[in-house]
């Protein structure tokens, strides 16, 4: 009897070291690159994840209201959530480090404590060096998802430029114009047909990219200081908006749009790739 019981002890506890040995070298089931292995994330390209986004965000200022990393938090999860449409993407690690003004003086956001700015040329050469790092490794589409306004054009020279030395590979650069678009000129008409006007849904920090943050970030909106403040307005880092009738309703519009107008258009583009 003893004898029978040390055999079911010394079984069963093989069975759970078993067990926890394979759930341990089980893949995670994720979208972002940071979160797998070398080992793993080549035979997810081996398997036919040749698409890789690289979200592109920003540090600064937007009001007394929304934290400072709201761009760098809301580019990843909408990237999250256009890779997982895409079913063949992985999601590279935030840019977080963007052209944002001058600092001899201080131009433009960096005005503001906690901005943080480079040089166009500086992040238009770190995008390249991303791009051409991940064409190394195997992905054919490198895609970027650019979350803030100001540096759209730098990405679009990149594109060009590295399409123009990509000439005959199977690796291309895209750069949607739908995921901006459908974030900001886009997102603004959704709202006006809600009866929303141009001087609340805004530019930056307004009802429109307030309501965003709410959407996919509430933590990242002081909400208190947002319902029961002020009007904000220029010196405060609100540009030409109200954010004070911000929801989350109404961001989820928005983010809806961007996701799947995205998504559609990137199908569509790597269709034949």
């Known amino acids: 009897m003893l004898l029978s019981f040390r055999r079911t002890f010394v079984a069963a506890l093989f069975f759970t070291v078993t067990a926890t040995q394979i759930a341990f070298a089980q893949t995670p089931k994720t979208v972002f690159l940071e979160d797998l292995t070398w080992t793993e994330l080549r035979s997810q390209i081996q398997a036919g994840k040749t698409t890789i986004l690289i ?17 760098n938090v809301r580019v990843k ?6 890779a997982e449409g895409l079913g063949n993407a992985l999601v590279a690690p935030v840019i977080a480090y963007v052209p944002e003004g001058g600092y001899a003086p201080a131009t433009s956001h960096m005005r503001f404590p906690g901005t943080i700015t480079i040089p166009d040329d500086v992040f238009e050469k770190t995008l390249e060096s991303a791009a051409n790092s991940f064409k190394v490794h195997g992905f054919k589409n490198i895609v970027f998802l650019g979350d803030h306004g100001g540096y759209q054009n730098d990405i679009k ?18 750069v949607p114009p739908e995921y901006y678009a459908s974030s900001s000129d886009g997102y603004a008409q959704i709202l006006r047909k809600r009866g929303y006007r141009d001087d609340e849904i805004g530019t930056h920090a307004g009802l429109a ?18 319902r029961n403040g002020p009007k904000r307005g220029l010196a405060d880092g609100v540009y030409g908006g109200d954010p004070r009738r911000s929801t989350a309703e109404l961001g989820q519009l928005g983010i809806d749009a961007i996701v799947t107008q995205t998504v559609n258009a990137l199908k569509t583009d790597t269709v034949a790739r």
């Open 55 to 71: 979200p592109i965000g920003a540090t600064e200022q937007s009001g007394p209201d929304v934290a400072l990393g709201k761009h």
């Open 209 to 226: 990219d307030t309501s965003l943050q709410l959407a996919v970030a509430p933590q990242m909106v002081r909400q208190d200081g947002l």
């Open 77 to 82: 999860i909408l990237s999250q959530r256009i």
């Open 157 to 174: 020279k990149v594109v060009v430029q590295l399409n123009k030395s990509w000439a005959g590979s199977p690796a291309r650069a895209i």
